[in-house]
Structures are given as C-alpha cells and as structure tokens.
C-alpha cells in the first residue's frame, strides 16, 4: 500500500469519526486529500476505501443528514463503537492503526487531524477534534508479519508462507488473505487457502518465515460481505462438540474458563468442555500435557495419541 493511499485512509478514519453528522460523499471529496479524478474514479476509490476499513473491524454507518427527506446518504464513525474496540488489547481489530505507525512513526496524528477538521469546518460541517478515541501507533502484532500482511490484504495480493501445524510440521501455504483479527490474545489471519479451495485460519505466531506477496498472480477479490471477526468468533469460540476431560486440581486454568465439572477424586476434576474445531482443541490439551486427560469422544482420545505418537517420532 502506498503512503498516499495509507494517509487518505487514515484522514477518512479521523473525519467520519469527528463529524457530529453524516457526511456525504461530496464533502468527503472536497474534505479529504487523495480523492481525485473523474466522479467515477472518485466513486471507485471511496468504494475500495470503505471496503478497507471494514476489513480492518471499523464500522461504517450509513445513514441520511435529513431524516424527513430521501436526501444523498452520508456515512459516519460513532466514536463510541471505534473507542470499544480501542478500550481492550484483544478487541483492537484494526490493523489500519499499524499502518499509521509506519506512515507518522509513532506522531499522535494531531497535524493530519486537525488539517482534516479544519476542512470541514470550512464546509460548515461541525467536527470535534476532542471526540475522537486516544490512538496508540505503536500497537501492532507482535509478528514481523504483521504490517506486510495489513498491505496485502488492502492490495488484494495473493501470499504464501510456511505454516506450523500443532505436529511442528511446517507446510507452505497458499492464500488470499481476507483479514485478520485478534481473539484470545493471538492475532489471526482469515483467507482463502488456494490449495484446498475453502476459507482457513492461521495463527499469526505459528508463521513460520516472512510472508511472500504473490505479485506474479492476478489480484484476487475478496467477498465484499465478509466479517472477518465474525467469522472468527464462529471459528473459535461457537461450540459444536462435547467432550469430558480429567484437568488435574489446580491446574488446566485455560480449559476451566469454559469447563462444567461433573465429579471429582482426590486427584482430577471430570468435566464437560465444548469445542467447535478439532485441530485448536487438540493443541490445548496438548500444551497441558499429563495435567488434561481425555476420556470422551473416542476420536478426540485418538487424535491426541496420534498427535502424541507423531511428536516422539519427529523429536524423539
């Protein structure tokens, strides 16, 4: 992504969260710098700018300035939804900030902002600088992939990388990148793997060397509907499978979180955890080691010996 691009987006960011109405598109072609050319060259850069912040995580409201007439529709950012996702490390779902690192190393952005403020005010349109959410430039992911694949999914360019599976085998993986998000304190990527023809998700710390941009391939386009944090919500945490586990006492804290205990002994607690995907389930019992047993499903006790067996072959 260009630094012109980054900073027209950044300045659309800032000014559809000031407002304290809807803008139009007008306004927003005469407010902010970057939207140039024809009216259908302006069209279509606000269309692929609004489809960029959305698979950041910010949400775009539409709406009309005059209710009581079917006036030009506007579009705004309320400072309340923008400043929930900023309140919690793990609801940052915007990469967008990332990118404002990089463009301003670490500036508050006050310039660009009030320069932007300072426009629509000469519209007659009323902005508050002081409504806008504290930013933090510097939060990013803490994976050297982070921003190479923020660019990517903006530029709609196919990547590959090596990825590690829960086996510590490495594979190399070929996919368009959708978006990413960030859920139970680990970012994700959420893209179409090329190879096997469906949606995947990938940890963004299990990326095992630098993503590869695929320019020699042609762009791809991304489904114009897609939730990225939606579809992680459903991915990780929406619940479809029953198991019953032994978490030793005292330990397991991470499957306790969202465990039933049906009985105890003098050593373990049974209980009853729900999961939805087989291969993250896998990987936390895993990590508890002889701390988490499994007792049923019969598939789920296989998989684990088979992932057990798998490493003792590979490491020994």
């Keep these: 992504m260009s630094s012109r691009k980054t900073e027209r987006l950044i300045n659309l960011t800032i000014a559809l969260l000031a407002t304290k109405r809807y803008l139009t598109k007008s306004e927003i072609f005469r407010s902010i710098e970057g939207y140039e050319g024809n009216p259908q060259s302006q069209e279509r850069m606000f269309e692929r700018d609004k489809d960029d912040l959305r698979k950041l995580g910010i949400t775009i409201e539409v709406g009309g300035i005059d209710p009581t007439f079917e006036d030009e529709p506007g579009y705004r950012i309320r400072p309340e939804s923008y400043a929930l996702n900023l309140g919690t490390l793990s609801g940052l779902e915007v990469a967008l900030l ?34 806008l959410p504290t930013f933090a ?11 190479p ?12 990388f090596h990825y590690r599976s829960i086996d510590l085998r490495s594979e190399e993986r070929f996919i368009n990148p959708y978006g990413m998000g960030n859920r139970g304190g680990n970012w994700y990527l959420v ?37 990225v944090l939606g579809f992680l919500d459903t991915e990780l945490f929406e619940a479809k499978e029953q198991a019953t586990v032994k978490i030793r006492n005292g330990k397991g804290y991470a499957l306790r979180q969202n465990c039933i205990i049906t009985s105890s002994d003098d ?50």
């Excluded at 893209?191 to 941009?213: K, Y």
């Excluded at 729900?274 to 019969?298: C, I, K, M, Q």
């Design 98 to 131: 990332s990118l404002a690192a990089e463009a301003w190393h670490g500036a508050a952005l006050s310039e660009p902002a009030q320069s932007v403020l300072l426009k629509l005010r000469s519209l007659g349109i009323a902005s508050d600088f002081d409504s």
């Design 137 to 147: 430039p510097k939060l990013t992911g803490n994976s050297s992939n982070f921003v």
């Design 191 to 227: 893209g179409f793997d090329r190879d096997r023809a469906a949606l995947r998700t990938f940890r963004l710390d299990r990326i095992s060397d630098q993503v590869v941009n695929l320019t020699q391939s042609e762009n791809f386009e991304a489904p114009r509907d897609f939730d």
């Design 149 to 160: 694949l923020a660019h990517a999914i903006s530029d709609r360019i196919p990547v590959s």
């Design 267 to 316: 050593e373990f607690d049974y209980c009853e955890v729900a999961y939805n995907n087989l291969e993250r389930f896998l990987d936390l019992v895993l990590w508890h080691g002889d701390d988490v047993v499994v007792v049923s499903p019969t598939i789920l006790r296989e998989a684990v010996i088979e992932k057990l067996q798998k490493l003792v072959t590979i490491h020994g």
